[in-house]
């Protein structure tokens, strides 16, 4: 069993910058894949940038180049650094921990760009 806690969302206005934090507990963080999703009204779950054990990191492509996701595994802490925040990017972040057929989420923290 692995449990998240996020912090780190709010109110940013565009082009600005944020970094989420995922705190996990509970089990040995450092052999999961650790990732970001998010998710607006109606929409489905998407993926935003993911992290493997090994320190391999993917990105959707609408984020490329401007999120940059990190761990620390000695703190069992998984990273979300959001820069040039665009409106499209408001939704509500989950953090997700990943090991063969196990999967925790923590419960979101809302980002909203606006002016």
């Known amino acids: 069993q692995v449990q998240l806690v996020e912090s780190g969302g709010g109110l940013v206005q565009p082009g600005g910058s944020l970094r989420l934090s995922c705190a996990a507990s509970?089990?040995?963080?450092?052999?999961?894949?650790a990732g970001w999703y998010r998710q607006t009204p109606g929409k489905e779950r998407e993926l935003v940038a993911a992290?493997?054990?090994?320190?391999?990191?993917n990105y959707a492509a609408s984020v490329r180049g401007r999120f940059t996701i990190s761990r620390d595994n000695a703190k069992s802490t998984v990273y979300l650094q959001m820069n040039s925040l665009k409106p499209e990017d408001t939704a509500v972040y989950y953090c997700?921990?990943?090991?063969?057929?196990?999967?925790?989420w923590g419960q979101g923290t809302q980002v909203t760009v606006a002016s």
């Open positions: 997700n921990a990943r090991l063969r057929e196990d999967s925790y």
């Open positions: 509970g089990s040995i963080f450092s052999i999961y894949v």
């Open positions: 992290i493997s054990s090994a320190g391999f990191r």
